[in-house]
């Protein structure tokens, strides 16, 4: 995965950010450090970075040494070691952006989603057996321009869990082995990076504007993303 990355282009989002991208890497830059919650496996828990990584790898990736892969596939990009980074088989130009204004701000909030549901999964139903490959993953990194304590932060991941599940219903996703609705993948991903501007917010759910925001954002992000990657067969 050594292929170059493009020139640097602004994304819609309050506070400078850019997008650089080859055939295997989509690279988030932002000029200052942002505070981050993660799922991925580079970059997981609660920290501080100014680079995100969404990596392509094929269906058939055996995901064996997948922390050893990634850190290996950011050097290969000349991307930081304290980049956050994800992985998916889904192709990267299904890749969607959408941004949401939130206050005053046109671009408050803004949703990367890459997503595929290959093996599509519903979490509530119980299976003996599960021979489905890991191939298909949904990645969400979502861009938040508000200063969120820890619990906003949590609350933001619960909120893009709402909307990912809404999405998949809206687009008739189902669980082929329980016949069931689908509530994502079983290898989903999601970030949540904050610029800590502006006055503290203590939530981020559903009955708040900024809760709303990241829900418009992610869904439409989601079902474009869907869209592209084979009607989401990917």
Avoid at 26 to 34: E, M, R
Avoid at 60 to 79: C, E, H, I, K, M
Avoid at 93 to 117: D, F
Wanted: aromatic fraction near 6%; charged fraction near 10%.
């Amino acid at each position: 995965m050594s292929t170059l990355l493009s020139t640097p282009k602004t994304l819609p989002f309050n506070q400078p950010l850019t997008l650089s991208q080859s055939e295997h890497c989509l690279a988030i830059t932002s000029q200052v450090p942002l505070r981050t919650l993660s799922s991925a496996l580079i970059g997981d828990g609660f920290g501080s970075t100014h680079c995100f990584a969404n990596f392509h790898v094929d269906k058939n990736y055996d995901g064996r040494t997948p922390v050893a892969d990634l850190s290996a596939w950011l050097g290969a990009q000349g991307l930081p070691s304290s980049s956050i980074a994800m992985m998916t088989a889904v192709r990267l130009s299904s890749a969607s952006i959408v941004s949401m204004p939130l206050a005053q701000r046109e671009h408050g909030v803004m949703a990367l989603v890459t997503a595929g549901t290959g093996n599509a999964v519903d979490i509530t139903a119980l299976h003996s057996q599960d021979p489905r490959l890991v191939a298909g993953t949904i990645n969400v990194f979502v861009f938040v321009d508000a200063q969120l304590t820890d619990g906003a932060l949590v609350n933001t991941c619960l909120s893009i869990t709402e909307t990912k599940v809404q999405a998949l219903y809206k687009a008739g996703i189902i669980d082929t082995y329980s016949g069931t609705a689908t509530t994502g993948t079983s290898t989903d991903c999601v970030c949540v990076a904050a610029t800590q501007q502006g006055m503290q917010t203590p939530y981020a759910g559903s009955g708040t504007p900024l809760g709303r925001a990241i829900g418009r954002a992610v869904y439409q992000a989601t079902l474009n993303s869907l869209a592209c990657s084979s009607e989401g067969l990917v």
